[in-house]
């Protein structure tokens, strides 16, 4: 999967080797080794999702060129001269804007702190316990996509590198247990108590919600970042070998919350209506999920009940 993803960034890497490549060589020589080259950040694109539904807007071939603070001083400006003159003479390329500021000549700690919404630390290579807490898992997977074509400096890959190794052990397993929670309340919980009240509108709030973190927790298990929410999924899918989970993911997707199958009941937390589809669906996904927290250690028990969990995985945190 991941070169049939990275196979739409072919473009960008000719673009690179053929004519980026060749200029950096002739006009800044010295600093060959000093620039790191490649395809990341936001966009379709540097996710390998580029189709021509998405070519609508922010469309281009180019690539990013990341210097070092020092670097940038000494020769950012006539860079990215020279390399806008050369995306300008490529024919057909109608760069926009927007797709023009996230491609071209830019510092490694711009690059992160812009995408991260934080001032990154690329210089000593640190993440603190506070910023991880605050940083968002899509913009991680924004961070960390696409490819790298070159990077002698070593620079802008270790600090790629640090956000692949993923969360500390703390960071992964508060997240898990918000999720788990998020996920029980909204669908195990919840949504009953919506669908029994006949209150449609709360109950697809708790159906969405639930969806959303069933996910956010498959992700938190594989230790990968979700990308931007349009295409959660589609990675998802591409995650999932054996397509169980994807496959109740969609199905719960699809499934609506029928008013019909709750008249004259009460609600009773210890009863489920397993006639609504979603209630069925719902206690499937729980299921997948207890067995991933089984496969890393993090429970031995087999409950279907995901808020169960939250305070056995909060006692194994080491402060």
């Given at each position: 999967?991941?070169?049939?993803?990275?196979?739409?960034?072919?473009?960008?890497?000719?673009?690179y080797?053929?004519?980026?490549?060749p200029?950096?060589?002739?006009?800044f020589?010295?600093?060959?080794?000093?620039?790191?080259?490649?395809?990341?950040?936001e966009?379709?694109?540097?996710?390998?999702?580029?189709?021509?539904?998405?070519?609508?807007?922010?469309?281009?071939?180019?690539?990013?060129l990341?210097?070092?603070?020092?670097?940038?001083?000494?020769?950012?400006?006539?860079?990215?001269?020279?390399?806008?003159?050369?995306?300008s003479?490529?024919e057909g390329?109608n760069?926009?804007?927007?797709?023009s500021?996230?491609?071209?000549?830019?510092t490694?700690?711009?690059?992160y702190?812009?995408?991260?919404?934080f001032?990154?630390?690329?210089?000593?290579?640190?993440?603190?316990?506070?910023?991880?807490?605050?940083?968002?898992?899509n913009?991680?997977?924004?961070?960390?996509?696409?490819?790298v074509?070159?990077?002698?400096l070593g620079?802008?890959?270790?600090?790629?590198k640090?956000?692949l190794?993923?969360?500390?052990?703390?960071?992964?397993k508060?997240r898990?247990v918000?999720?788990?929670?998020?996920?029980?309340?909204?669908?195990?919980?919840?949504?009953?108590?919506?669908?029994?009240?006949?209150?449609?509108?709360?109950?697809?709030?708790?159906?969405?919600?639930?969806?959303?973190?069933?996910?956010?927790?498959?992700?938190?298990?594989?230790?990968?970042?979700?990308?931007?929410?349009?295409?959660?999924?589609?990675?998802?899918?591409?995650?999932?070998?054996?397509?169980?989970?994807?496959?109740?993911?969609?199905?719960?997707?699809?499934?609506?919350?029928?008013?019909?199958?709750?008249?004259?009941?009460?609600?009773?937390?210890d009863?489920?209506?397993?006639?609504d589809?979603?209630?069925f669906?719902?206690?499937?996904?729980?299921?997948?999920?207890?067995?991933m927290?089984?496969?890393?250690?993090?429970?031995?028990?087999?409950?279907?009940y995901l808020?169960?969990?939250?305070d056995?995985?909060?006692?194994?945190?080491?402060?």
């Amino acid at each position: 999967m991941i070169s049939e993803r990275l196979y739409k960034l072919d473009s960008s890497r000719r673009f690179y080797e053929n004519i980026v490549a060749p200029m950096i060589h002739d006009e800044f020589g010295a600093y060959e080794e000093r620039i790191a080259v490649g395809v990341a950040g936001e966009g379709s694109d540097c996710f390998g999702y580029d189709d021509f539904v998405s070519r609508d807007h922010d469309f281009g071939t180019g690539v990013c060129l990341w210097l070092t603070d020092e670097d940038y001083s000494l020769i950012g400006k006539s860079l990215d001269c020279e390399y806008e003159k050369i995306v300008s003479q490529q024919e057909g390329n109608n760069l926009t804007r927007r797709l023009s500021e996230r491609r071209g000549v830019m510092t490694i700690h711009g690059f992160y702190s812009s995408i991260l919404s934080f001032n990154a630390n690329t210089r000593d290579m640190i993440i603190t316990e506070e910023d991880w807490n605050t940083l968002d898992h899509n913009c991680l997977a924004t961070a960390v996509n696409g490819i790298v074509f070159r990077d002698d400096l070593g620079s802008f890959t270790a600090f790629r590198k640090l956000l692949l190794d993923y969360y500390p052990d703390k960071i992964w397993k508060i997240r898990i247990v918000n999720a788990l929670h998020k996920f029980s309340a909204a669908l195990q919980v919840n949504y009953a108590r919506c669908m029994t009240r006949g209150d449609v509108v709360a109950a697809r709030l708790c159906h969405m919600q639930g969806l959303e973190s069933a996910m956010e927790l498959f992700f938190l298990m594989k230790r990968e970042y979700p990308p931007y929410y349009k295409w959660t999924y589609r990675r998802l899918t591409e995650l999932d070998v054996k397509g169980t989970f994807s496959r109740l993911i969609k199905e719960l997707s699809e499934a609506g919350c029928d008013v019909s199958l709750w008249e004259g009941k009460k609600y009773r937390p210890d009863i489920l209506n397993m006639n609504d589809r979603v209630v069925f669906l719902t206690e499937q996904i729980a299921g997948c999920i207890v067995h991933m927290l089984r496969q890393y250690d993090l429970t031995q028990e087999m409950d279907p009940y995901l808020e169960r969990y939250v305070d056995e995985i909060l006692s194994t945190i080491k402060q």
